[in-house]
């Protein structure tokens, strides 16, 4: 007996119904993006290895999917190299594209690609799928689609102020309350690193201060002692893992702490700027709010960086991003600033699954289906679904023709299941044709123009 086929771990098949709702948040967020100004691009789902590895710090090189080079990728391979056994240096020899891992990096590609073409500020968003070799769980897999937008070429804080109000309007639309933005600055994270004269253990201090809701605070204070922080400096910083209240008295208290460090302050700066600007402005679905342990482990971000949840369903974070003001150097094109946002459409999808707001999602599916009984009128019938998919009306005719009572029933059970608004009966070779519609028991006859007459209506 054959085995039974299966699908990698971590990734998904989608059925009629999921693939409808999920078209219903694409859709919910890809229109506030265009009412927003963004513009759609698209990029390769495998990139060239080297325009991926080394942006997203060691944890997330390990997570990039390597391309195997087609043919036989060892015999080209130097027998020293593979007597070392050191994967690093042979994945290099043998993979010379990955998966992408986020459509970020990519898009800074694009950018710097096709800077001539782009007018900056260049707003674009993107809904594709990315991959990440991960430990899959509920809420999280291998395969899994984004739906981003970034600008770049603009400094302008305003672009912060415009992301939060982006996130509010998303989640406003798809039913979605209780929704909380939670901010930070990349600078106020290494003004802290500073003052404690841990700065050349940066990105060790914000990957493990980033896993603080994961791990909790023993955890944290764990893995930064076998990254080489000091217990002195620990201590220093204790205080952040009970930082709470209002968003005025975190920077406040923030102020007071980086009073010696330029940097931290100027992120404190930034921070009262957005908080003080939505404030004023308001928001209907959503709050803002600091957080000071929110890192964000990528190591491009240099600025405002965003973590959204929601407080109704335990589901981790349901959105994220930041400001990047060094991304694109890392191609050749410095000075170019930028920020963006993601959306975590399979999060989302979960939650809105839970809280049962998917209730006015209905299938595609065809206004009208004409029965097929018999040889004689399929032609008939051909020309009129061809004159209602001409004039717009979803239709479709039963394939199989029912040459006994059995196979009619099967036709009409096929009517219900699907809850066909309309159906054409079998006539003989008239010119005429009989409409039922299934809700109230109507029949009509009439012309191929009168029954397009009546399903438009």
């Known amino acids: ?29 890809q229109s506030v993006f265009e009412k927003y100004g963004f513009q759609p691009i698209e990029t390769p789902s495998f990139e060239n290895y080297e325009t991926l590895m080394g942006k997203y710090g060691d944890e997330g090189d390990r997570l990039i999917f390597k391309i195997l080079n087609s043919g036989d990728f060892l015999k080209k391979t130097d027998s020293k190299l593979l007597a070392e056994k050191d994967s690093k240096k042979i994945t290099k020899s043998i993979a010379e594209k990955a998966l992408r891992y986020d459509l970020t990096v990519p898009f800074a590609r694009y950018v710097v690609q096709h800077q001539n073409e782009i007018t900056f500020p260049f707003k674009r968003y993107q809904i594709q799928p990315v991959w990440r070799a991960d430990r ?39 039913g979605l309350t209780e929704v909380e933005i939670k901010i930070n600055n990349r600078k106020i994270l290494s003004g802290i690193a500073e003052i404690i004269e841990q700065k050349e253990k940066l990105i060790d201090f914000t990957v493990a201060l980033d896993k603080l809701d994961k791990i909790g605070e023993d955890g944290v204070i764990k893995e930064m002692l076998s990254k080489g922080i000091t217990q002195n400096a620990i201590e220093k910083i204790k205080p952040l893992f009970r930082f709470n209240g209002t968003n005025q008295e975190n920077l406040q208290a923030l102020r007071k702490m980086l009073q010696s460090s330029e940097e931290g302050l100027k992120g404190v700066e930034e921070l009262q700027y957005i908080v003080d600007t939505i404030e004023k402005l308001g928001l209907k679905s959503a709050t803002l709010s600091i957080d000071v342990t929110l890192a964000r482990g990528l190591n491009y971000y240099t600025g405002a960086i965003f973590e959204v949840v929601t407080n109704k369903v335990k589901m981790g974070s349901i959105g994220g991003g930041g400001r990047y003001d060094d991304l694109t150097s890392i191609f050749g094109l410095k000075d170019l600033s930028g920020i963006g946002i993601s959306f975590g459409l399979d999060r989302i999808y979960l939650v809105l699954e839970e809280l049962d707001l998917f209730q006015k999602i209905t299938l595609p599916k065809p206004k009208v289906v004409l029965l097929n009984y018999q040889d004689e009128t399929i032609l008939n019938k051909l020309n009129l679904l061809k004159s209602f998919r001409e004039s717009d009306i979803k239709a479709e005719i039963y394939p199989d023709i029912a040459k006994s009572n059995k196979q009619r029933q099967k ?29 109230t028991g109507e029949i009509i006859k009439g012309t191929p123009n009168k029954l397009i007459e009546i399903l438009k209506k």
């Open 136 to 174: 899959p769980q509920k809420g999280r897999f291998r395969e899994f689609y984004q739906c981003d937008a970034d600008v770049v070429g603009s400094k302008s804080l305003l672009q912060e102020v415009e992301f939060v109000q982006l996130y509010d309007d998303v989640f406003t639309k798809l």
């Open 411 to 439: 036709q009409f059970k096929y009517i219900q299941k699907r809850t066909i608004d309309f159906v054409v009966l079998d006539d003989d070779k008239s010119e005429e044709f009989t409409l039922k519609n299934t809700k």
């Open 1 to 29: 007996m054959a085995q039974k086929p299966s699908i990698p771990k971590g990734t998904r098949d989608f059925s009629p119904e999921q693939v409808t709702k999920r078209k219903y948040i694409f859709n919910t967020i």
